[in-house]
């Protein structure tokens, strides 16, 4: 402490440091700005971050005088990395959560991709009819692909599933007619979206029936029977992330149908036919069966199982659908080009059920075989070393879908000696950023989730994480 450190600034005489010689020995912020290359504007705001920094950890005494231009240096260099840099960034999901809302949900299949750079790139015929010249309808391009799909007469997409909700709703139902629900499926599906609330705001009114855990068709016909007329729809929703168990009953769908009110099917996730053949995907409800059975308008999303692009599927009744597209909401809540092309493209890969299997992300992480699986935890394993394990672990579907499936297979443990949120943190600082579950206190690292290339890059950023952990 008695030796006497310059920064490589001025400080006056007399030595140890005090507090006040500990903060004049940072530099001018214009100094810091100038030894970075960048804009001016935006270099001073990146040495403006890294010096408040300093300042604040010298006066904290958590920052040691000693090699501080190096370090300043350095922070300044991240600060604007983090400021030139793009907000929205890939990331690698570890999780084993294969549709992570935070996560940006379903990776896009090649030909989703490529459709939207095509449409991105140039001018469509998004809304023209190329034959007549006339002007078109944005949906003609998937309504199609939709209804060859579910068997439905006719279909429109909009910006998300619960913007779907909304306007299925409203125009079904609407200010003055009342919508009646179960109260079993009275539910919030999470980042807000609850039905009573979307209910009240399509301006209809809710007319809630049976209870919790029991609700039969005989109470849906009872307040049909009380306000003859005045019902708009009977709105049935799944349950999607939670489930009810025991003494419970819902009423059949058919039986709902066939009471003479709109009924409208909310999905949620929804399986477009089971062409797909995927076992888990089986007890989630399917859109076709809904239609058989009945329902006006079916809702999904789009960027759920189905694996394709945020968006909100309106499938049903030519009648349905036209109030749908008539309804001033529809404009409001109006999906835009690019995540039309990639809808399309994902659509049509339905056509081909193995094809889908396979070029869907979604749809091949659900059906990855465990040979696939345990060749890329391999190759993270060992990439890390002896401070990594293979274990047995459980990945989820993810996306308020099949909350009560297990996915069972390989994947990487960290037993490094370190704390195991430090080393996630740690991960998710790197480039790319990593994200790992936590699960019994160890980090795991799950394969489900990630492509052949990618488990490449988890393999040498989780190496690089763990060494830098053990050198402290
Ligand atoms: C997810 C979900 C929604 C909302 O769909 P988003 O595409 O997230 O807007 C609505 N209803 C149900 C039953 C859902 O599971």
């Not at 890294?50 to 260099?77: M, Y």
């Not at 140039?122 to 010249?133: F, I, K, P, W």
């Not at 399917?286 to 960027?303: M, P, Q, T, Y």
């Amino acid at each position: 402490m008695g030796e006497r450190r310059e920064a490589g600034l001025k400080r006056g005489r007399g030595d140890p440091p005090g507090d006040a010689d500990r903060l004049r020995a940072l530099p001018a912020v214009h100094e810091l700005a100038a030894e970075l290359d960048a804009p001016h504007a935006v270099a001073v705001a990146a040495a403006r971050r890294a010096i408040a920094q300093a300042r604040a950890a010298l006066s904290a005494g958590e920052l040691p005088v000693d090699g501080l231009e190096q370090r300043l240096l350095r922070q300044a260099r991240a600060a604007l990395a983090e400021l030139t840099g793009p907000s929205l960034r890939r990331v690698l999901n570890a999780t084993g959560v294969i549709v992570h809302t935070n996560l940006g949900r379903a990776p896009l299949a090649a030909a989703a991709r490529e459709a939207v750079a095509r449409a991105a790139a140039g001018y469509s015929n998004l809304e023209l009819e190329l034959a007549g010249g006339a002007r078109g309808s944005r949906h003609r391009h998937v309504e199609r692909l939709l209804c060859e799909l579910t068997g439905a007469e006719a279909a429109m997409v909009v910006n998300n599933g619960a913007g779907a909700v909304l306007l299925a709703v409203a125009a079904l139902a609407g200010p003055g007619r009342g919508v009646v629900v179960s109260r079993g499926q009275l539910v919030e599906i999470g980042g807000g979206f609850r039905i009573p609330e979307v209910v009240a705001q399509s301006g209809s009114e809710l007319i809630e029936v049976g209870t919790t855990n029991r609700t039969r068709t005989r109470d849906f016909e009872r307040a049909l029977a009380a306000a003859p007329g005045e019902v708009g729809a009977i709105l049935r929703v799944h349950q999607s992330n939670f489930r009810t168990l025991g003494f419970v009953e819902q009423a059949p769908l058919a039986e709902l149908c066939g009471l003479g009110a709109a009924v409208i099917d909310d999905v949620g996730s929804g399986v477009l036919a089971n062409a797909s053949g995927i076992l888990a995907l089986g007890e989630e409800p399917s859109i076709k069966e809904s239609i058989r059975a009945g329902a006006a308008l079916v809702c999904c999303s789009g960027d759920k199982l189905l694996g394709g692009p945020q968006a909100g599927l309106l499938m049903g009744g030519a009648g349905a659908v036209g109030a749908a597209l008539e309804h001033p909401l529809a404009r409001a809540l109006r999906i835009d080009k690019l995540s039309l092309a990639a809808l399309e493209a994902t659509l049509r890969l339905y056509r081909e059920p193995a094809r889908a299997r396979e070029q869907i992300p979604v749809l091949a992480m659900l059906d990855a075989s465990d040979r696939v699986l345990s060749t890329r935890a391999e190759l993270i394993r060992a990439a890390i070393g002896p401070e990594a394990e293979l274990i047995r672990a459980t990945a989820k579907v993810g996306g308020g879908a099949l909350p009560l499936t297990e996915l069972e297979g390989p994947a990487v443990a960290l037993v490094s000696s370190a704390d195991p949120a430090a080393l996630a943190g740690a991960l998710r600082a790197g480039d790319p950023p990593v994200i790992a579950r936590i699960h019994d206190g160890r980090v795991l690292l799950d394969p489900r989730t990630l492509t052949d290339e990618e488990a490449q890059l988890v393999a040498a950023a989780a190496a690089r994480a763990v060494a830098d952990a053990r050198a402290g």
